[in-house]
């Protein structure tokens, strides 16, 4: 998004300014944000994140609301697991005006707390049709981690802004869930 996210009118004028098509990302992390950036025509397309205030109803209700305002949209995602990928790949599946590339990073995991990993066919996941999300939890998995948290990082969240590099300095190789696969 090339402006700060509250600032939704130099968004517009962005918008009207140049031929690059404009992403709304920041400033749709709210529905109300979200339906300020249609309602002052500031964005060709709106990036959805059920991270922050949409949650997934609600990126489904605001994917309908840039529809009828011709707009469309797109997923955005952060390591997440499984789980909110195919949570993800459902809302997709739902609305006609997800037209473009969404962003899925779950295949950059080195492990999930799902049975059947999610597999990339291409550039692709393709969505299954069993019950419900069409996944299954394992439980022994969401235990390890559990514990892993528990012992290592619960209460140890240093709120201190550092790079990367400097978290991850003196960590050795662990098997868990944040950690990008090197692949």
């Known amino acids: 998004q090339p402006t700060v996210m509250h600032n939704i009118d130099a968004l517009a004028q962005v918008r009207r300014a140049v031929d690059t098509p404009i992403l709304s990302h920041e400033s749709s992390w709210t529905i109300y944000g979200a339906l300020e950036v249609i309602k002052k025509g500031a964005a060709d397309a709106i990036q959805l994140d059920p991270r922050f205030d949409l949650s997934f109803k609600s990126s489904r209700y605001l994917a309908a609301m840039a529809e009828a305002a011709g707009i469309s949209v797109v997923m955005h995602s952060y390591g997440d697991t499984g789980i909110a990928t195919a949570a993800s790949m459902q809302v997709i599946a739902s609305a006609p005006n997800f037209i473009h ?83």
């Open 101 to 183: 590339a969404n962003q899925i990073t779950n295949h950059y995991l080195k492990d999930d707390i799902i049975k059947e990993r999610l597999r990339l066919k291409g550039r692709f996941i393709e969505l299954n049709e069993k019950e419900g999300l069409g996944i299954e939890l394992d439980e022994e998995r969401v235990r390890k981690y559990n514990q892993l948290y528990e012992e290592k990082y619960k209460g140890k969240i240093d709120l201190e802004p550092k790079s990367s590099k400097e978290f991850l300095k003196g960590e050795e190789e662990e098997d868990w869930i944040p950690r990008a696969s090197s692949n």
